[in-house]
């Protein structure tokens, strides 16, 4: 079990990391999420102990390992970057942590080709990695990691550099392959979607502080701010300023909708998922509006509806292809059961 | 702007080529029509960059000739062919301002200072950044440098197309939703003949009005958006479109009914089955339901991904992947129903059409 | 556990040491004598800062230091655009790379009274090539009895010696301007003038401003190459700072002088060093 302790890190009196406090279980998956710079990549190197915490603890299975060099832990990290030696094979690439540990021949062999098979780099295990294709050089870096049975295997945006299918490919097999090891996972991400597909916890990030942390789902569906439902939304989530009054929400594209009546009066904020707009009525909630069209997209199964509401950039997420041209006036429905509402500062309201 | 004319293309890096496998461009022969937007989509290594230097006169070809219009622009240097390119990592001049960053194409071209200016001052409210005219390019944000590298494109009256090469990138998530949609409007108001690669087949799809998924060097299918997911071509791009990608099954036929295992699923009318050829289905995640009615699988497990499920099944054995609604309930005793006009058949990996 | 000590400290002690030896205490020594005066047999009287005046309002001082200032300013003038020109046109790739570095580093390679001596007999009007050749051609050419002569020796001979190092680092700063920048100055309908002045130069900077201050620094502070080739003459139009020095401190064993003049030399050039650093970097955020 991994644990920070108010955690923070101040370089020149800007905030990296506010004071954070997270324990991550062992053989858990972690997902961090959060746009660039949020702090994603510094969380990751305080976990590691590259860098050391100007305020608060990191306990390792009880111990406390604050400011104790990498070295002395067994950590494994894998970057954006592939990172391999060019001038060895890839068996001695995997190798290389197990030789450093003195580990035996024989058991070095039997580690790394099982690994390689795991990753499906059997065929490739005399090459050098450079004459390797960017998902075999990055399986590579992966193995690696893979065989140094570390405790704390800390990924930063493994597949950003890889292709689309090549991604998702490996995103399936990834928590699969470490599984197995018991290690405690932890994944930077910019992406909500991977974040989805990867499953496990997720610790939403913005600008150095953690937001929120809980299961990938419930942090998807049941965001306590409006910044994490943000930054854990994509396409973007839209969102839209309205005023309580009695049983029902005023917004501001002048459209009202159910309230729930537990709030009280006053102005907030109302956050819809893209996917909980559609042309048709969902259920007996759904309330219409219409909307004049911007642009739209089509991925040839879904489309993506942009059109300006109350003032900010809405867009509906919908199934099958509809081809709306610019200007087009369309009828749509708000799910209602599934709008969020938040606090005017951003806090989440029970809806 | 211009028609851009592929005339038997073929381009070897390697000198000499002999076999085909030379080729890093195996023999392209379409026109881009003047004004669409186009998208050249594939894996790594496809050769969708090549094809783009091609055109940008970055690289010359190693066989057959490029036609802007009427004119044989093959021989001639990028700067001859005025082209506008977007890269991967934006590129900036860091010395200048924004504003002087637009204006260096112009400038270059010795275009008179006073149109220089209110070309700039229309192409710096395009792409949203008159507010930093004249702030220096080095201290901005990697989508602001993005977006003056296209405005360097834009800003040429006379350009004949604009090419991106992964243009997205380095941009987060959330301003990739902002930039794309606006290049999408840019192109609906001026026009310009877009070629944009990518191996994201969201930005593709979305962009482009014409798709060309390339694979190994090769066009596979050109398509919008709607063919390439209904109709792939090929199981190749059955795979590469979608999320997840077209479950591709290999089948034995039995007169008009597909075999797989124990079950039978009826071939659509319409389509001959060659003698002598691999045949396989395909059917995407899309058009599968679960629930009680259809043939019989087992469920290996369930991926919630926010708006919805994908449902990962055998069905006698084989991966099926299904894609089912964010509320969705997994029966106990599952079955798949398949969507009948939904089903391609595909021999030695090519689509068998059906005569209608 | 204690996750921290401090015994590592223990292992730069040697190093310490060696830096206190060589460079610190000489150092102190030089200050020592430049404040004291002495008349021999080992007794020394406080002087003050007399040895500084002296020193700074000496014609002898300043026409040296006025010498070194032109030759700096000549060097670098030569050596860094030259050596920027001839790094732009070195191949990027293939057989010519390996060769041309090879080339260029060759120079670098000799020690300085070697070069100095090369050049000495490959001037000389009678056995040397370049001289003979020059004086079949007509030019009356003597870099010992002709003070502008001995001038373009040393200068030549410098730029022969250390252009090369200008070429080497520019062409390392060079190599790392990513492809994408060119071809995009190419859509761009850049000119090869242009290219260079928003491209490669500012590209550049970095390493020129290292090119400069160590161009500058070592030029100011020639000494062996006029030592052999010209021995500071003819008369004293080659006397440099350095050449000076030495033969006021060793031949005319004034030492305090000698002291002052090498603390004013020293930080003459920090000073300058200093200058160029700010103007250089000046820009960077």
Sequence with gaps: MLELRQVAKIVEGQTHIAPTSLSLESGSLNVLLGPSLSGKTSLLRLMAGLDKPTSGTVWENGKDVTGLSVRKRNIAMVYQQFVNYPAMTVFENIASPLRLAKTPAAEIDRKVRSAAEL?????????????????????????????KGAGLVLLDEPLANLDYKLREELREELPKIFAESGSILVYATTEPTEALLLGGNTATLHEGHVTQFGPTVDVFRRPNTLTTAQAFSDPPLNTIAAH???????????????????????????????????????????????????????????????????????????????????????????????????????????? | MAAIKLDHIRHAYGPNPVSRDDYALKGVDHTFEDGSAYALLGPSGCGKTSLLNI??????????????????????????????????????????????????????????????????????????????????????????????????????????????????????????????????QLHRQFGHTMIYVTHDQTEALTFADKVMVMFDGEIVQIGDATQLFNEPAHTFVGYFIGSPGMNVLPVKVDGRRALIGQQAIALPSGVTIPAGKSIELGIRPEHLTLGRAGLPITVDRVEDVGRRRIVRARLEGLELAIAAPEDADIPADPHVAIDAGRIGVFADSWRLESRS | MKPWNNRAWFLVLPMLLLVAFSAVIPLMTVVNYSVQDTFGDNKFFWAGVEWFRKTLHSERFVSALIRNLIFSGIILAVEVPLGVLIALRMPKKGIGVPICLVLMSLPLLIPFNVVGTIWQVFGRNDIGLLGGTLKSLGFDYNYVSNPVHAWVTLIVMDVWHWTSLVVLLC???????????????????????????????????????????????????????????????????????????????????????????????????????????????????
């Design chain 1, 244 to 351: 309580k009054s009695g049983a029902s929400f005023d917004l501001d594209g002048g459209l009202s909708l159910a309230a729930p009546k537990t709030l009280a009066d006053g102005p907030y904020v109302l956050g819809v998922r893209p996917h909980h707009l559609s042309l048709s009525a969902q259920n007996k909630s759904a309330q219409p509006l219409t909307a004049k069209v911007a642009i739209t997209e089509i991925t040839g199964s879904e489309s993506f509806v942009h059109f300006p509401f109350g003032g900010t950039d809405w867009v509906m997420l919908t199934p099958g292809v509809h081809e709306f041209e610019p200007g087009d006036k369309v009828s749509l429905y708000i799910d209602a059961a599934r709008v969020m509402v938040f606090s005017p500062d951003g806090q989440a309201l029970g809806a």
């Design chain 2, 55 to 184: 055109i940008s006169g970055l690289v010359r070809p190693s066989e057959g000739q490029l036609y802007f219009d009427a004119h044989d622009v093959t021989d001639l240097s990028t700067r001859e062919r005025n082209i506008a390119q977007v890269f991967q990592f934006p590129v900036v001049y860091d010395t200048m301002t924004v504003a002087e960053n637009l204006a260096f194409p112009l400038r270059n071209r010795r275009i008179a200072p006073a149109e220089i200016k209110t070309r700039v001052a229309e192409v710096l409210e395009m792409i949203g950044l008159t507010a930093m005219a004249n702030k220096k390019a080095r201290g901005l944000n990697a989508d602001q440098k993005q977006k003056i590298s296209l405005g360097r494109g834009l800003v040429r009256a006379d350009v004949g197309a604009i090419l991106f090469d992964e243009p997205l990138t380095v941009i987060d998530p959330h301003m990739k939703w902002v930039l794309r949609s606006q290049l999408k």
């Design chain 1, 119 to 147: 990753l499906r780099l059997t065929p490739y295990l005399d090459r050098t990695p450079l004459t390797l294709s960017g998902g075999q050089q990055q399986r590579t870096a992966l193995a690696r990691a893979l065989v």
């Design chain 3, 171 to 285: 062409y390392a700063g060079l190599a790392s301007i990513p492809d994408a920048y060119y071809q995009a100055a190419q859509i761009d309908g850049a000119s090869g003038w242009a290219r260079f002045r928003y491209i490669q130069l500012p590209k550049l900077s970095r390493v020129l401003t290292i090119a400069v201050l160590l161009r500058f620094m070592d030029s100011f502070m020639i000494y062996t190459e006029p030592f052999v080739v010209t021995g500071g003459g003819p008369g004293n139009a080659t006397t440099f700072l350095s050449i000076d020095l030495v033969k006021m401190a060793t031949r005319e064993f004034n030492l305090g002088g000698a002291a002052a003049m090498s603390l004013i030399y020293f930080l003459i050039i920090l000073l300058v060093s200093w200058v160029f650093y700010t103007v250089m970097t000046r820009h960077e955020d």
